[in-house]
């Protein structure tokens, strides 16, 4: 046998072979320009039509291509003015009107003034309205209050809503308030959300599908010149692919770093930002049947659980023990005297004795994953842990994320004791309103899937949500946090502080507590 | 020949349609809808409600598919619900992609495959037959996503000789050399475990077509041994080979779906996980369809290939 001839062509094409590998991977040089920024995503955005869009990830993009009426001020969750100089508001709290800022173009080059504002929440609340079809506007409930918007003049508009509802402004400073460009809209219909046209800080360039999103320097920005002269939004959905991309130089920053992976960021050359939002994670009771009806219990697995433990080593330090219902990152609202409930299982021994329960048993719903939801089986499993060395006994079943909302939205009663579950939210009025009250049953279109009911609280999220006066809602929200807390209807475990890593090339940056992502100051060398 | 041609062509169009009314029925069973994935923690029943009869998601379920289907063949992939967008855009904007990542595959597989599979069959029992019979095993053995990240953090984060992620560099790129760069490691990853499998069934084959009468006659006859291995055996090996790798077509198609998210590669696999998350059954039955098609295609070439390669089916 030609053992050798055969030997040698195998030779020649391996040489060849690895020639060529040799010349087509020359060392990876950077060739994206000094003034291009280019931000690591955790996935595609659906739309870039902010009426449309529900996702954080979308937000992301969208608060650097457009303005709304209002924002958030720079590392808080207060309104301050953005498109609007200014506003009143009626005594009775149902009259807005706005005083426009003039002079002042869509990317498009059409004018920005109060038609536009009309027209935008037309769209989305008018079924009647001509480009009402251009949706479905799976957020406009937002702005239900709203009965109608009015052209004043030019530069002022009045918005008249059927009660008052304290949320309003902020609900406005939200992506789903921001103001597309009319002309885009009727020239692009449902395309728009492929075509964006805003009034911000960055221009619409292009989109490649699953490529990149990139927006230019709006020149003519009202409020400044932004420093970077494009940006370049990546998605990257893998999280270790990300990371891998950072590492390599592909990307100048990235936000949502695996836990498990900042220790790789650490040194010189990355810093790594970090920033408690309005998010948090709890366990929902069931407090109509079962063990979890007994207020006792329910403090029981409060004691019972090592929030701290979850917090260290299952998320690595990217969260904080949440004590109560409302996230701390709504400095106005929050109770500082609130304290989390300390893991002692001692104490929840105890309660569990003096509650005296003839079954201990628990269904706990897990989710595999889901907006919001950090890591939901690993904590789940420190939790299921937690609770049997106290003498609970309990099964986990895990969904599916959108499967899990479908089982735990409509209520938990014959199903399951408690439930894992997260909130982001732009109010201290909107999770407690939507999750907590009597009137939010499940059966009455809320959220409340664990039937907790306390008049008291009913009635100062009611008074809270038509007070017009921050101070006075302050007060309200506090003490309905002290109530909550007492009654524990939920496990307060966990308030997300969201991350982001950029390279040392990259200034100026910092999170806002909004989680939206704001990159007009920031500055690439 | 034409007859038989035009008679697999037929056939092709209940592989098609089974596949679709499968997906479709897969999708409607699972718990959970387009409007709760929409809505996300807003999904209450009532906006769910709302939302679903806004999509026309209130529909029985046969009507929605008879919908489908009529309107496929008017021309009219439907629009995708999570999206708001044309279907046949998001998938034809997409498919170019995943068909050079998984057609480069697929010929990485097929020569490699082939030609170590013939020299170690040709060297049975040799050092480079165990070489290549240990390798084989071990490409297979290996999950293709964990290669992949591993690849990223050789190539990338230690040596930083290829990039990560994505078809092209966003500037400066954009030529052949720039894609065969981001090419190299999806596409080895992805083709790793096909080509072991074509490896060793060509091996076989081979080995069983090297102990026939007629390679003797040419042994015997004093040709080159290369022209034994290369031109007489392998022109009957190749007959069986062919079906073998239309069903390594279909794999590295489906297998495109996770090395297309480890890679970030704009193809249309993450686009039907996605889809099939937020229970986009418009974008899912359209992304299958294209998949399926493609499938359907590529074995039709196979089966005509052999029809030419072999006068014994010919004949039939």
Wanted: hydrophobic share 45%.
């Amino acid at each position: 046998m030609k053992l050798k001839k055969i030997l040698s062509h195998i030779f020649i094409v391996s040489v060849a072979l690895i020639g060529f590998l040799g010349l087509i991977s020359s060392p990876v040089k950077s060739n994206t320009p000094s003034d291009v920024l280019v931000v690591g995503q955790i996935a595609e955005p659906k739309s870039l039509d902010p009426a449309t869009v529900t996702a954080v990830n979308d937000f992301r993009i969208l608060m650097n291509m457009y303005d709304g009426l209002v924002r958030y001020k720079d590392g808080t969750l207060e309104v301050e003015p953005a498109l609007a100089k200014s506003w009143t508001i009626s005594d009775d709290g149902k009259t807005y009107t706005f005083s426009l800022r003039t002079g002042i173009s869509f990317h498009d080059g059409s004018k920005f003034d109060a038609n536009a504002v009309k027209f935008n929440f037309d769209r989305m609340l008018d079924k009647n309205h001509p480009y009402h079809n251009t949706g479905p506007f799976p957020l406009s409930f937002f702005f239900s209050a709203i009965e109608n918007v009015e052209v004043v003049s030019d530069n002022s508009v009045r918005f008249t809503l059927n009660a008052p509802y304290a949320p309003f402004l902020s609900n406005l400073a939200y992506p789903t308030g921001l103001i597309a460009s009319p002309e885009a809209i009727k020239n692009n219909g449902s395309d728009f959300g492929r075509n964006p046209v805003g009034t911000g800080a960055f221009k619409f360039n292009s989109w490649k599908a699953n490529e990149a999103v990139i927006v230019d320097r709006n020149d003519n920005y009202w409020d400044g010149k932004s420093g970077s002269k494009t940006i370049v939004f990546r998605p990257i959905t893998d999280g270790n692919t990300r990371v891998a991309e950072m590492l390599s130089g592909g990307i100048d920053m990235m936000v949502e770093v695996p836990p498990i992976s900042l220790s790789k960021f650490q040194g010189n050359d990355f810093s790594i930002a970090e920033q408690a939002g309005p998010h948090v994670w709890f366990l929902i009771l069931n407090a109509k049947e079962g063990p979890f009806s007994n207020k006792k219990v329910r403090q029981a697995a409060n004691y019972a659980i090592n929030k701290e433990a979850i917090v260290k080593d299952v998320l690595e330090g990217t969260a904080a023990i949440a004590a109560g219902p409302t996230p701390p990152a709504f400095a106005w609202a929050y109770n500082n005297n609130l304290q989390p409930y300390p893991y002692n299982p001692e104490k929840a021994k105890a309660l569990l004795n003096e509650a005296n329960l003839s079954d201990k048993k628990l269904t706990f719903y897990v989710t595999q994953g889901g907006s919001g939801m950090l890591d939901p089986v690993a904590m789940g499993t420190a939790i299921q842990a937690d609770l049997e060395a106290v003498g609970f006994d309990v099964e986990i079943k895990t969904f599916e994320w959108n499967a899990f909302l479908g089982e735990v939205n409509p209520g938990l009663e014959g199903k399951a004791d408690m439930a894992e579950m997260a909130w982001m939210t732009n109010d201290p009025d909107t999770l407690p309103y939507l999750a907590l009250r009597t009137g939010a049953w499940p059966d009455k279109g809320g959220f409340n899937s664990g039937y907790y009911s306390n008049p008291k609280v009913d009635q100062l999220l009611e008074a809270a949500r038509s007070s017009t006066d921050q101070s006075e809602r302050a007060k309200l929200y506090q003490e309905m946090q002290t109530i909550v807390q007492e009654d524990a209807p939920w496990v307060f475990v966990a308030n997300w502080k969201q991350n982001a890593v950029t390279s040392n090339k990259v200034n100026n940056f910092s999170l806002q507590p909004s989680f939206f992502l704001i990159l007009k100051d920031v500055v690439k060398q | 020949m034409f007859y038989y041609l035009f008679k697999r062509i037929l056939y092709a169009v209940p592989v098609l349609l089974g596949v679709t009314f499968a997906v479709f029925l897969i999708i409607s069973l699972i718990p959970g809808d387009p409007a709760t994935a929409i809505l996300g923690s807003y999904a209450t029943p009532e906006n769910i409600e709302n939302l679903n009869r806004q999509l026309g998601l209130d529909k029985p379920f046969f009507q929605r598919y008879l919908k489908w289907v009529v309107n496929i063949l008017q021309g009219d992939f439907g629009t995708s619900y999570s999206l708001n967008r044309p279907v046949i855009d998001e998938v034809v904007e997409r498919f170019q992609a995943t068909l050079i990542l998984s057609g480069s595959s697929f010929l990485i597989c097929s020569i490699i495959g082939i030609f170590f599979g013939i020299i170690s069959s040709a060297l049975q029992y040799s050092f480079f037959d165990k070489i290549i019979t240990f390798s084989v095993i071990l490409g297979i053995s290996i999950p293709s996503f964990f290669l992949g990240m591993m690849m990223i953090l050789l190539f990338t984060v230690e040596l930083k000789l290829l990039p990560a992620s994505g078809m092209y560099s966003l500037y400066g790129g954009g030529d052949l050399i720039d894609l065969l760069k981001h090419l190299i490691m999806p596409s080895t990853a992805l083709a790793i475990v096909s080509t072991g499998v074509v490896v060793r069934l060509s091996r076989s084959i081979m080995l069983e077509i090297l102990r026939l009468d007629f390679i003797r006659t040419a042994r015997s006859k004093g040709l080159k041994e290369y022209r034994v291995i290369f031109i007489h055996a392998f022109r009957l090996a190749i007959v069986s080979i062919l079906p073998i790798l239309g069903l390594q077509a279909g794999f590295v198609l489906s297998g495109a779906v996770y090395i297309e998210i480890v890679f970030q590669w704009p193809g249309v696999g993450r686009m039907l996980v996605d889809s099939i998350l937020t229970r986009d059954i418009m974008l899912v039955q359209g992304g299958v369809l294209f998949v399926a098609l493609c499938y359907v295609i590529f074995n039709i070439v196979v089966d005509f290939l052999q029809l030419i390669l072999d006068p014994r089916i010919r004949e039939e």
